[in-house]
């Protein structure tokens, strides 16, 4: 297991007693631990419906300004809105893997550039990253969001085909558009921020909106190139906000690979899996850092775009918010291949 996401803006926050932002499932914020140790949330409203929510951000001692509002946008990106000067946070290398060489970007005038990659053990496969980065600014000149994606680009020797398919995939939807897998695309933030501007000032605009996504790959060989997506951003509230999301292709044809691809059978896989996180997350280590009655959300981190196949196992994400407060970031389990009987045999040994 890995804990991702222990950011020096999320102990400030637990230091001032602030409340953590709504999570991706749309949930109020956690209150403070009981009297036994546990974090709790609170649940939802009467009706129970996944809708807008908005939570209270205080203002600071040091420029006295009002509470603002924090709302959910959509897919659960946390959209804050207010006055909060932005808090200095230091990024996780959330999939910065041992071994793995993205090296610095040699840019281009339009921002691009080719990195070193990383190439499989028997040399056919060849995966390197490309930077793309943008900026948006007020009529004014002011910096209103800056975007940044490091993104692969694969190489299959013998087979462009298969390595087409899945770099027109990653371009189409691993990036920052409409139908970005990092739920909300660049120009919804544009969007986000415009509107913040508007509403605060020039003078009150602290710092642009940011929003810095990237991918590690977890697995590469003759059958699986697996990758883990990562994103990184900040819109304009207490602290900033980070998302996991998993990604698999068959190294053979291109396509991306769904749970349905890997494991034997759903239910069967469905069952075990469960069995897994339940006995894991009441491991000592843990303590008492999830969320009170996380175990009733435990079965939905069997879905899709919260696994990826490693070189040890298959993982699950479970990302902030999703068991347990802010402050205790991602977590990452793992089922090692060799207690992984739910997934197919060549899933689970590339040779076969």
Same mark, same amino acid.
């Given at each position: 297991m890995k804990s991702k996401g222990f950011y020096a803006a999320a102990l400030i926050v637990c230091a001032l007693g602030m409340s953590a932002c709504?999570?991706? +499932?749309?949930?109020m914020p956690m209150q403070a631990e009981n009297g036994a140790g546990k974090a709790q949330r609170e649940e939802p409203g009467e009706s129970g419906e996944e809708t807008e929510r908005k939570q209270e951000i205080p203002g600071t001692a040091q420029d006295g300004r009002?509470?603002?509002? =924090?709302? =959910? @946008?959509? %897919?659960?990106?946390?959209?804050? =809105? @207010?006055?909060?000067? /932005?808090?200095? =946070?230091?990024? %996780?290398?959330? *999939?910065?893997? #041992?071994?793995?060489?993205? @090296?610095?970007? #040699? /840019? %281009? *005038?339009? @921002?691009? *550039? +080719? *990195?070193e990659g990383r190439r499989s053990a028997d040399g056919k496969l060849y995966i390197y990253f490309q930077e793309q980065e943008n900026e948006h600014k007020a009529e004014d000149g002011t910096v209103l969001l800056k975007t940044r994606i490091s993104y692969p680009v694969t190489e299959i020797s013998g087979n462009g085909q298969a390595a087409d398919a899945i770099n027109a995939y990653i371009k189409e939807n691993g990036s920052f558009g409409e139908e970005s897998i990092f739920t909300v695309s660049e120009e919804e933030a544009v969007k986000w921020a415009e509107e913040d501007y508007a509403h605060r000032g020039k003078d009150n605009w602290y710092a642009p909106y940011e929003i810095d996504a990237g991918y590690t790959v977890q697995r590469m060989d003759e059958k699986i190139i697996s990758f883990e997506a990562w994103k990184y951003s900040y819109t304009g509230g207490a602290h900033p906000n980070n998302y996991l999301k998993g990604l698999t292709f068959d190294a053979r044809t291109g396509k991306r690979l769904m749970l349905e691809d890997v494991v034997e059978d759903m239910e069967t896989a469905s069952a075990a899996v469960l069995e897994f996180l339940s006995e894991e997350t009441k491991k000592e280590q843990y303590g008492n850092i999830f969320f009170s009655g996380y175990e009733k959300d435990l079965p939905g981190l069997f879905s899709e775009d919260n696994w990826y196949l490693g070189e040890d196992g298959f993982h699950i994400i479970a990302n902030t918010y999703s068991i347990a407060p802010y402050v205790a970031g991602s977590f990452d389990f793992v089922i090692p291949y060799g207690e992984a009987d739910f997934l197919k045999p060549e899933v689970r040994n590339p040779s076969a």
């Open positions: 709504a999570g991706e +499932k749309g949930e009002q509470p603002q509002t =924090a709302e =959910a @946008g959509t %897919d659960g990106e946390v959209r804050q =809105a @207010g006055g909060e000067e /932005k808090e200095t =946070a230091e990024r %996780d290398s959330i *999939g910065q893997e #041992e071994g793995q060489e993205q @090296g610095k970007q #040699e /840019k %281009d *005038g339009e @921002g691009q *550039g +080719k *990195g």
